[in-house]
């Protein structure tokens, strides 16, 4: 078995980081058998190095090893790609064409981006693992191939199953062996090792001496977060030694190269689920709003109509001072004149006169002027009324055995709280 030191000379790979070490031990260690192996990381930090490993140390190693990114194939072409297809399959397909798994038989095929296959191509894939057959595009024939599989994803394989976009049955038989390769912000200690041999290969590439890091820049080298990592480092530093003339590189014309470096890297935390009471959705707004106005307007009926049978307003004023306070606020009593005569000239009626009508007296055709204010509360709309009742019933849950934290989660009174419970038959 060949050393990781000799692995990380023969394949090109910078780096002593205890993670990345045990990813390529791992590698080593899975190559002589046929397991299925799914390498997962970030994009950009070189997930393609461990199926070469694994190929190069197989007993298939002579055979054919063909790598596919998944994510550039179109998903009307994917199946053909892999399974081939026969004559007149489809539109344009003129002759018999091989697929990847017919072509690699005997060796190994990587596929990479795996988490970006169509469901569909997923069954097909899951066939092959299970006993080696497929068919192609176009044929009833099923035919065998002994390949073995090495998938490669920078997806969150958990969250593709709960999403339903990725198959679990074949996700645990892809991950049989999982290898994780890290990010490069986890590999400290790489950065500025993979910056200069970068910074050699492009000195020599374009036959110009070889930037040089200040101190100053090495430090912020490494403390920049790399999103994509090796990848960006090495576009960085060819941006480098190509654009510049200085050979040693400063803070500030480093910093010029890399976006967002002044940013903060500390964490945020994002809330992501939602809660029961949150009225997220604008319906649920909407409703939220008409109900609160429905609570208003049965109030203001209910303070309208002691108005009308009461002479003595300054007594209803003093009874009723909590809920006036909550419609008009707290200066109840200039706004409840303000709105008195806005109600009266949108509604085109006549100011009452208290004082000509007793409250023991109220004469049948009084009585039938006003008894609009009882008919509006019973035109209410089946949406509504249901959209009033699940309001109720989550206030309920959330204060169990509290109905005045309810009532005031609602805006509405304990009392017109508890006429709804009955009335809903809650």
């Given amino acids: 078995m060949e050393s990781i030191q000799s692995i990380k000379q023969r394949f090109e790979i910078i780096g002593n980081d205890l993670k990345l070490n045990r990813a390529i031990e791992k590698a080593i260690q899975v190559a002589p058998t046929d397991i299925s192996v799914l390498v997962t990381g970030e994009s950009g930090v070189g997930k393609e190095s461990i199926p070469k490993i694994i190929h190069s140390l197989s007993h298939r190693k002579h055979a054919k090893y063909i790598a596919v990114n998944c994510g550039a194939i179109p998903e009307g072409t994917i199946d053909s790609e892999l399974f081939g297809h026969e004559k007149g399959a489809f539109t344009g397909a003129t002759q018999t064409r091989s697929g990847y798994f017919e072509v690699a038989d005997g060796g190994t095929i990587f596929l990479d981006e795996v988490g970006e296959l169509p469901l569909t191509t997923q069954v097909r894939l899951l066939r092959v693992l299970e006993n080696g057959e497929f068919l192609k595009v176009g044929s009833s024939q099923v035919q065998k191939t002994n390949v073995r599989i090495v ?141 609160d106005m429905k609570g208003d307007l049965n109030d203001l009926k209910k303070l309208t109509l002691e108005l009308l049978k009461n002479d003595n307003g300054e007594k209803v004023q003093e009874e009723n001072e909590t809920l006036i306070r909550k419609i008009y606020g707290s200066n109840g009593e200039n706004n409840l004149k303000d709105e008195e005569e806005e109600a009266m000239e949108v509604l085109q009626l006549p100011e009452p006169k208290i004082e000509n009508h007793p409250p023991t007296n109220i004469s049948p055709i009084q009585e039938d002027k006003y008894h609009f204010a009882e008919e509006i509360e019973e035109e209410e709309t089946l949406s509504l009324q249901e959209k009033e009742i699940e309001l109720i019933k989550k206030s309920l849950e959330r204060n169990r055995g509290k109905r005045k934290a309810a009532a005031a989660e609602l805006g509405i009174s304990e009392r017109t709280l508890y006429r709804k419970i009955k009335q809903y038959d809650l």
């Fill in 151 to 291: 998938a490669a994803t920078n997806i969150n394989m958990f969250e593709a199953i709960k999403k339903e976009k990725f198959r679990e049955d074949l996700y645990y038989r892809l991950s049989t062996v999982e290898i994780n390769i890290p990010p490069l912000r986890e590999r400290k200690e790489d950065i500025h090792l993979l910056f200069r041999k970068f910074a050699s290969d492009f000195g020599q590439k374009y036959k110009m001496p070889t930037i040089r890091l200040e101190e100053d820049a090495v430090q912020l080298l490494l403390k920049y977060r790399w999103p994509g990592n090796i990848r960006q480092l090495r576009n960085i530093a060819e941006q480098v030694s190509v654009l510049e003339e200085k050979r040693n590189i400063s803070l500030g014309t480093l910093n010029s190269y890399l976006p967002n470096a002044g940013d903060s890297n500390l964490p945020a935390v994002i809330k992501k689920d939602k809660k029961e009471g949150d009225f997220s959705s604008e319906r649920e707004i909407l409703y939220k709003v008409l109900f």
